[in-house]
């Protein structure tokens, strides 16, 4: 039996629910990039792991009706505003009903401890996160008939990318493959990640960050419905 997708588990939640929970994993992965990702149907939760342990456990996005929990394994974190609840001996969670929490240096401050304490130097992991950006944001995401190796080039090729995106100023600046990317549009960070849902079928979902207004965000936001409608065409 195929193991249950993340847009599987967040299917019966509220659009605020899941546009948490895929910011969250998005944080996550970038702090993380070469997490074993894993939902756990039963517990519903998103298990971000070094490895294919429990034990190797660094952090699990877990959805509920109003917020999501993002649950940070590893006693004795440093909580110097007082996030985290709860009193468990392995971890604890973190409650989140806002972008803006979700998004604040103090709760990306313990996801980089979390993962230093299981994975990396504090240094490191503090690099991978980068400051918060403020802003707006503006986020869409597609499924594509397709398998991921190809949606993954159609972003990475730059002539394949002008025929669904234009001539749209965007420089990549780092790759995972088939996985994520780091790019700049203009003068805005842009996070792409990429899922396999199978032989030929896969997802994109785009974070555009940094927006100036709530205004231009809608219209970003639009922009790449459409552009991502137009990648869906090309590949099909």
């Given at each position: 039996?195929?193991?249950?997708?993340?847009?599987?588990?967040?299917?019966?939640?509220?659009?605020?629910?899941?546009?948490?929970?895929?910011?969250?994993?998005?944080?996550?992965?970038?702090?993380?990039?070469?997490?074993?990702?894993?939902?756990?149907?039963?517990?519903?939760?998103?298990?971000?792991?070094?490895?294919?342990?429990?034990?190797?456990?660094?952090?699990?996005?877990?959805?509920?009706?109003?917020?999501?929990?993002?649950?940070?394994?590893?006693?004795?974190?440093?909580?110097?505003?007082?996030?985290?609840?709860?009193?468990?001996?392995?971890?604890?969670?973190?409650?989140?009903?806002?972008?803006?929490?979700?998004?604040?240096?103090?709760?990306?401050?313990?996801?980089?401890?979390?993962?230093?304490?299981?994975?990396?130097?504090?240094?490191?992991?503090?690099?991978?996160?980068?400051?918060?950006?403020?802003?707006?944001?503006?986020?869409?995401?597609?499924?594509?008939?397709?398998?991921?190796?190809?949606?993954?080039?159609?972003?990475?090729?730059?002539?394949?990318r002008r025929r669904w995106l234009g001539g749209h100023?965007?420089?990549?600046?780092?790759?995972?493959?088939?996985?994520?990317?780091?790019?700049?549009?203009?003068?805005?960070?842009?996070?792409?990640?990429?899922?396999?849902?199978?032989?030929?079928?896969?997802?994109?979902?785009?974070?555009?960050?940094?927006?100036?207004?709530?205004?231009?965000?809608?219209?970003?936001?639009?922009?790449?419905?459409?552009?991502?409608?137009?990648?869906?065409?090309?590949?099909?």
């Amino acid at each position: 039996m195929a193991e249950m997708t993340v847009d599987e588990l967040l299917a019966g939640f509220s659009p605020e629910v899941r546009e948490l929970a895929l910011r969250a994993c998005e944080i996550a992965r970038s702090v993380l990039p070469d997490a074993v990702v894993k939902v756990h149907p039963g517990w519903k939760n998103i298990f971000f792991s070094t490895g294919p342990r429990m034990s190797d456990g660094v952090l699990a996005v877990v959805p509920l009706s109003t917020r999501i929990n993002i649950q940070l394994f590893g006693a004795g974190l440093d909580d110097p505003v007082g996030l985290l609840e709860g009193t468990g001996k392995m971890g604890r969670h973190v409650k989140v009903a806002s972008l803006e929490l979700l998004e604040s240096p103090a709760l990306r401050d313990l996801l980089v401890a979390a993962v230093a304490h299981k994975a990396l130097p504090p240094e490191e992991a503090a690099a991978r996160a980068g400051p918060p950006v403020a802003g707006y944001r503006a986020y869409a995401s597609k499924t594509v008939a397709a398998p991921v190796e190809a949606l993954f080039a159609a972003w990475t090729d730059d002539d394949t990318r002008r025929r669904w995106l234009g001539g749209h100023p965007v420089t990549i600046r780092g790759t995972t493959p088939n996985k994520s990317l780091r790019a700049r549009w203009a003068d805005m960070p842009l996070d792409v990640r990429f899922e396999s849902k199978g032989e030929a079928k896969s997802s994109v979902t785009v974070d555009q960050r940094g927006i100036a207004t709530e205004d231009e965000a809608a219209t970003m936001k639009t922009a790449w419905g459409a552009a991502l409608e137009s990648l869906k065409q090309l590949l099909a």
